[in-house]
């Protein structure tokens, strides 16, 4: 059963940074994709950035250039480093590897 369990969520001015880490257990990771996404409240749950099997990355156009995802097979975990970030940014941050998601993390930009 694959578990996903993310950290680094917090509270951060905008123009601030933050690193995010979701750590998987119960899968071979080295063979998945893992995807970032994010709920704002009161909104729907959106795609944020994938990394493949392989190392390919995308992003979404409103994080590109600011965001990168990356991924450290030997420690079974994938990191969403955030830069420039703007209070659109906020809300609750899950990472996925199909069909299991994670619990999530707040992100909180203020202005």
């Known amino acids: 059963q694959v578990q996903l369990v993310e950290s680094g969520g917090g509270l951060v001015q905008a123009g601030g940074s933050l690193r995010l880490s979701c750590a998987a257990s119960?899968?071979?990771?080295?063979?998945?994709?893992v995807g970032w996404y994010r709920q704002a409240p009161g909104k729907q749950r959106e795609w944020v950035a994938t990394i493949s099997s392989g190392g390919t990355t995308t992003y979404a156009d409103s994080v590109k250039g600011r965001f990168t995802i990356s991924r450290d097979n030997a420690k079974n975990a994938v990191c969403l480093q955030m830069n420039s970030l703007k209070p659109e940014d906020t809300g609750v941050y899950y990472c996925?590897?199909?069909?299991?998601w994670g619990q999530g993390t707040q992100v909180t930009v203020s202005s």
């Open positions: 119960g899968t071979i990771f080295s063979t998945k994709t």
């Open positions: 996925r590897i199909v069909p299991t």
